[in-house]
């Protein structure tokens, strides 16, 4: 523009013919306008380029100037006129930018500059002005505008992506509200900062400085993509994938652009898959113990049953006998609960009182809870049935009583575990509804702001520091009891401790294939019809001897094998000689399902029995599939072995 109106003021002290000379010889318009003082307007030593910045020839533009005005945009033209009056009442310098739309309806932008002169009998000013054709440079501008109107809206589009720019200085010119969540600045705290005031670590900025000047002085990116642990606002690392591309402003200078990806939920999927084989690998482990511990079990119960049966009643060993059996029973139970938590299973819905559920599952969570900490229950005594995965609602409330007394932090307090029946908010008011389950854990802890509550079942979302929490816990909590088709709410403030509700739907008819029958006791008084012949297979000795003494106290004529071969060759030799096979799952050769399997080969419809020391879901269908008549925890022997043998003969 200083340009065009330095040629403009050059013009005003040419002669006619010097500059009608000049006017053909350079682009754009050159003509000299005049306002006179009656208002008239007048256009004087036009040169035939206004033909192709108007359309018009300059005969028409000098018979009525006014042509000029005509094709100016209506929006624009108020503002192009004020402009030209003010220039002629001060003299100053007029230069402006505007828009036209020419006879043939093209679109054009034009810019001017003039210096105005007052004439001699000072009534009149002219301007010797330079009009030239910019619509290019303006179609240019604009495209240029809506590029960088489209990065911004693409970098503020990218919510999980961070996006900063910086200029040759490291300064900040472009901060993207990924940056602000990621890195804890806002916008207006980080533009003009320079890159390593913000976040890199002390013990990275030397050689980010060093870097960034060398990339920007070669004007390309010398590191690939990488991983790069930098620094949050509050000091704390922030892990990232981080990418840098170098890019050349408008004005030819070097911008460096840095694309950080948030690695921390990676990271806490790891940490999560990491933590998840461990728990398999425990599984693993614990369900190869389960079954040599199960059988050292199984073969102490057995054992004591019949001893004491030897014994009088009132003889002094049969209290210590009774110490013992309580010791196994309880043994017996843990290694279950260890089964049941260390091994992931597929949701499996069956038919559950929820007291005795609670209970078991609250005491095996009490030999966790710190001192100081009181664990109260709170459970009402009508059988509430529903229809559930018994290890998921386990999982739920270990998870509650855990953040629980966590909330507690350090303090003496309770956290107490409830059980009624009543509507769930959902259903409140509705008079025709009928009542849930109604579960509760209540804690007297530190308690949770508003924020705290609106986040508290976003996975990955903690109160708890760094290495202390995975933030998956009530994330999990929230997932069953909505694949439950339950509801779940929470209660807390600040000072005043928290209590999370859920609710289940009550079940009131139960399915056959959910009764909850217990097998009945075993009548030593009554013993089976005899004659019948039972094959025992196990590897283990005391299990096979104890066994043995079980059956044939009540009658039952028992074969020992240790063996599958063994056992499938004395089958196979005499196939109507047994009644029913009792056979370990886990043996050294084969498999009990795969002895199953070979044993309908030789007798179809010889009975099977399975025992094994974990029964899980999966382990029934396999054995329902193989044609097993029934599947028994070896544990479980004194008690269930023979009423089990007892309802299949007979």
């Known amino acids: ?93 007029w230069q402006a930018e505007w828009q036209i739309s020419t006879p043939s309806g093209r679109h054009k932008w034009l810019q001017g500059s003039g210096q105005p002169e007052r004439q001699a009998d000072g009534a009149a000013v002219v301007w010797h002005l330079v009009v030239l054709d910019v619509s290019e440079r303006k179609r240019a501008e604009q495209a240029l505008q809506g590029s960088e109107a489209r990065f911004r809206d693409l970098v503020e589009g990218l919510e999980q992506v961070s996006v900063q720019g910086y200029d040759r200085e490291r300064r900040v010119i472009v901060w993207n509200s990924a940056s602000e969540v990621l890195y804890g600045y806002s916008r207006e705290e980080a533009l003009g900062r320079r890159l390593e005031d913000l976040i890199i670590p002390p013990a990275m900025r030397e050689a980010v400085v060093a870097g960034t000047q060398a990339w920007l002085a070669a004007g390309v990116v010398s590191i690939p993509a990488e991983e790069l642990v930098l620094q949050h606002k509050d000091g704390r690392p922030v892990h990232v994938f981080s990418s840098h591309t170098m890019q050349v402003n408008g004005r030819g200078e070097a911008e460096l652009y840095c694309v950080d990806i948030d690695l921390s939920q990676r990271h806490a999927l790891e940490a999560q898959l990491r933590e998840g084989q461990k728990l398999e690998a425990m599984g693993r482990l614990a369900g190869g113990i389960a079954h040599d511990f199960n059988n050292v079990l199984g073969g102490m119960l057995g054992n004591l049953a019949l001893a004491r049966e030897k014994l009088p009643a009132g003889h002094p060993v049969q209290a210590h006998l009774d110490l013992i059996a309580r010791g196994s029973r309880h043994a017996r139970k843990l290694v279950q609960q260890i089964l049941a938590f260390s091994r992931r299973q597929p949701q499996a819905l069956r038919a559950l009182v929820l007291r005795p559920l609670i209970e078991e599952t609250l005491g095996l969570m009490r030999s966790s809870m710190p001192p100081g900490v009181r664990l109260a229950l709170s459970l009402d005594d009508e059988p509430l049935r529903v229809r559930a995965d018994a290890t998921q609602l386990q999982q739920v409330l270990m998870n509650l009583c855990t953040n629980g007394w966590h909330a507690l932090q350090g303090r003496r307090g309770s956290v107490e575990v409830g059980l009624d029946a009543r509507l769930p908010p959902s259903l409140a008011g509705n008079a025709h509804a009928e009542p849930w389950a109604h579960l509760w854990v209540r804690d007297d802890g530190c308690g949770m702001d508003e924020h705290t509550r609106a986040h508290l079942f976003e996975p990955f979302f903690t109160t708890k520091p760094p290495g202390q929490g995975t933030g998956l816990g009530l994330a999990v909590v929230h997932g069953v009891v909505l694949a439950h088709h339950g509801e779940i709410s929470v209660d807390s403030a600040p000072g005043r401790g928290t209590c999370v509700h859920f609710y289940l739907p009550l079940l009131h008819e139960v399915a056959a294939e959910d009764a909850l029958t217990a097998p009945a006791p075993l009548d030593f008084d009554s013993p089976a019809k005899s004659g019948f012949h039972v094959l025992y297979l196990d590897d283990d000795e005391v299990m096979r001897l104890t066994a043995q003494g079980l059956l044939e106290r009540i009658g039952l004529r028992v074969t020992l094998c240790q063996r599958c071969q063994a056992a499938l060759d004395t089958v196979a030799a005499d196939p109507y000689g047994f009644d029913i096979v009792v056979t370990d799952f886990n043996m050294p050769d084969l498999s009990g399902l795969q002895v199953a399997q070979r044993l309908a080969q030789i007798r179809p419809d010889l009975p099977v029995v399975l025992s094994s020391g974990y029964v899980s879901d999966d382990l029934c269908e396999q054995a329902r599939r193989a044609g097993v008549r029934a599947v028994m925890r070896k544990e479980m022997s004194f008690e269930e072995l023979g009423p089990l043998i007892k309802r299949i003969l007979t």
């Open 1 to 93: 523009m200083e340009t065009l109106h330095s040629a403009a003021a050059t013009l005003a002290s040419w002669d006619e013919a010097g500059y009608r000379s000049l006017a053909e010889s350079i682009p754009g318009a050159l003509l000299r306008y005049t306002l006179h003082a009656d208002g008239r307007e007048s256009a004087q030593a036009l040169s035939s380029r206004c033909r192709s910045v108007w359309e018009l020839q300059p005969q028409q533009i000098e018979q009525d100037p006014t042509l000029l005005w005509d094709m100016v945009e209506m929006g624009a033209l108020d503002a192009l006129r004020a402009s030209l009056w003010a220039s002629a009442a001060t003299l100053a310098p």
